[in-house]
């Protein structure tokens, strides 16, 4: 039974209104309404399709999200071929002019005729695609194949939604409209992104992914892959008056509502199009999109016609290319790099290759999870990518060219590559539950990390030394004046005479630093904890430690249980403490600090604390580590807190050491709190 009137007519006004919306979205990227709103709209759409099924129509937005998986796609003959074109390998200004001598000798044109005028655009890096609009509705999209005939292709393109289903204003009777289907970058990373999270295969590439997702036989697997597109072209057409040139077509697409990228413009002879060269090239990196090159047209269609073709590619148009992002190598090695704050970074050793316009030798694996993502091993052939400034990276092993060899070797671990130390010092490596990186755990001792450990140490928020900037601090790490923050007070390695001779610095300024170092020795506790450059603690966490512990000794003598009794320390912050103060180098960096007269001054006595402490009564057993029962009396009874022999339900705290006997025992039997020295160090603010 056909549907009521009523719903066809609120069909029609739908589908016009949810496409209206896509437009200005995806298009125009200005949305017209709240998510909520297109998504009420859309259901309702829905629902009226599944009531009555004869007003589903083919350019009806709910088929924007995928039907039936299909069993094969099935072939579609191109009326008008899909030709490739000519690729112009000299990526130099070269490129250009010999395209321009070309196209002037095949039309004849004497040597002072006037320019040719071209359209210049951008060669998108994704997979071509054939747009057919019948009455203005897409009725069928086929890939490329080999030209002659492709497949068809129609459900996983009606999943993106900026090709619109039903062209805009008076559409011809037909109209095929040819262009690339490409996945951006920023959609690119946010993909991969939430595959990662899921643990689910990511794509090695955005054109990959566009290529991968286009062939889907299951659109709702396309449907899910955020696909764009732009128009270059037309093929077939019936019932419209085509325009005299190619910029006037493109800019014809456009008006149908079809996504023509902006980057296009009209020039006049080769030198024109260098310049067009040069200043795409320039935006390259900033471009949301991969390119890898532009594309230079005869813009009259009549000379169009004029040139012809040679061997199936038109003489009107080439690519003219920029050096690739993306190449092939072999991975020679995998090493770890410790950077300026201990960050251990693994690294590729490659084969020499040449990509985004350099030699490449290394590449970043970013950390031990991404090696073991990609599954990245020594005599793996991988894919290394280079764009603009960026460090090159490892972006895919090419699994089919993995050696025998190298199939039955263990996956790469980072532990076991640096046998569990840093390499530049020695030191303990630890990782952070819930964080990527492997870290050197010794920021005080480590050379690597030298310049940056003593540039924090002296920064105005810590000891504050004036004049020991990034200049005097490279010339003092590289002369090895100083190796650790330690050595700058050790007279025998700074002093006047050793300042003096340094680059940029005289009598003067010598003096000036070797005061400044003197007088940074009077500082308080928060400051030198915070001048330590322990990972994960600031000034303010320094200054809650100086407010509990009130020495440096009392702070590095805490395990990370204890640590978490300290407000707002959770067990990450907690860890990073005791992990660097477990490090023996950094403890001898402090121990030489503390000789030299750098202690860290408490402030004020914390009030909080002995408020706490105040009335309570504490029953003290056992042997404390560091602590006679007489000296933890005495700092108990200084702050009004009682001692007592025995334990009972009166008693507060039970302060336990090594061997304690029945009043533990009893303490457990009767709920009393049980606490350690630490704990008890806490109670009482130092
Ligand atoms: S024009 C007859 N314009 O590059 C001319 N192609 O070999 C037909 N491509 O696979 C192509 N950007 O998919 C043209 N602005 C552009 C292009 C472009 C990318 C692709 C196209 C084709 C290949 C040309």
Known sequence: MPAP?????????????????????????APTVPDAEYDR????????????PDLLTPDSPTLRVGGHPLPEFAPVRHAVPMLSIKTETDTGPEGARSFDA??????????????????????????????????????????????????????????????????????????????????????????????????????????????????????????????????????????????????????????????????????????????????????????????????????????QKQLGFVS???????????????????????????????????????????????????ATLHNEDEVRRKDVRVGDTVIVRRAGDVIPEVVAVIKERRPKSVEHEEPWNLFKAVKGVCHACGSAI????????????????????????????????????????????????????????????????????????????????AQNIVAAIEASKDTTLARLIYALGIRNVGEATAKDLARHFGSINGLMETGAEELQRVPDVGPVVAESIAGFFAEPHNREVIARLEQAGVRGRAETRPTEEAA????????????????TREEAAALIEAQGGKVSGSVSKKTDYVVAGEDAGSKLDK?????????????LRLLLGN
Request: hydrophobic share 40%.
């Open 102 to 303: 070309r196209v002037r000798r095949a039309l004849g044109l004497e040597e002072g005729a006037p320019p040719v005028e071209y359209a210049a655009e951008l060669k998108f890096d994704g997979l071509a695609i054939s747009l057919r609009y019948e009455d203005g509705v897409l009725m069928r999209a086929a890939t490329r194949g080999d030209g002659e005939s492709g497949e068809d292709v129609t459900q996983n393109v009606r999943t993106i939604r900026r090709i619109p289903l039903r062209l805009h204003g008076a559409a011809p009777d037909l109209l095929e409209v040819r262009g690339e289907v490409f996945m951006s970058r920023p959609d690119f990373e946010r993909y991969n992104a939430r595959q990662r999270a899921l643990a689910k295969p990511t794509l090695v590439n955005p054109r990959n992914g566009a290529a991968g997702s286009i062939r889907q036989l299951d659109p709702t697997v396309a449907a899910e892959r955020p696909l764009s597109f732009y128009a270059y072209g037309v093929g077939e057409s019936r019932g419209w008056a085509l325009p005299l040139n190619h910029s006037g077509t493109l800019d014809a697409l456009e008006a149908f509502g079809i996504p023509v990228c902006e980057h296009r413009i009209v020039v006049r002879g080769a030198e024109e199009l260098i310049s067009f060269h040069a200043r795409i090239l320039a935006l390259r990196d900033a471009l949301p999109f991969d390119i890898d090159g532009v594309v230079y047209k005869v813009n009259s269609l009549a000379e």
């Open 430 to 509: 630890a990782r952070d539950e819930g964080e990527v990186d492997w870290r050197c755990t010794a920021g005080l001792y480590c050379p690597a990390q030298r310049k940056q450990a003593i540039l924090h140490f002296a920064s105005r928020r810590a000891l504050d030394i004036e004049g020991l900037g990034e200049k005097l601090v490279d010339q003092l790490v590289e002369r090895k004046l100083v190796e650790s923050v330690a050595d700058l007070y050790d007279p025998g390695r700074i002093n006047v005479e050793s300042l003096a001779g340094l680059e940029r610095m005289g009598e003067k300024s």
């Open 667 to 679: 303490a457990r039997a009767l709920g009393v709190a049980v606490i350690d020295e630490n704990g």
């Open 312 to 362: 199936r590619e038109p003489r009107w148009a080439v690519a003219h290319k920029y050096p690739a992002q993306e190449e092939m190598t072999e991975v020679v090695g995998i090493e770890v790099q410790v950077g300026r704050t201990g960050k251990l970074t693994p690294v590729a050793r490659l084969a020499p290759v040449f990509v985004g316009g350099v030699t490449v030798t290394n």
């Open 612 to 627: 706490v402490v105040a009335g309570l009564t504490f029953v003290l057993t056992g042997t404390l580590p560091r602590l």
């Open 5 to 29: 009137r009523q719903a066809a007519e609120r069909a029609e006004a739908l589908r016009a209104e949810i496409e209206r919306h896509n437009y200005a979205y995806y298009v125009l990227d």
């Open 41 to 52: 709209l859309f259901r309702e759409l829905q629902s009226l399709e599944i009531q009555h």
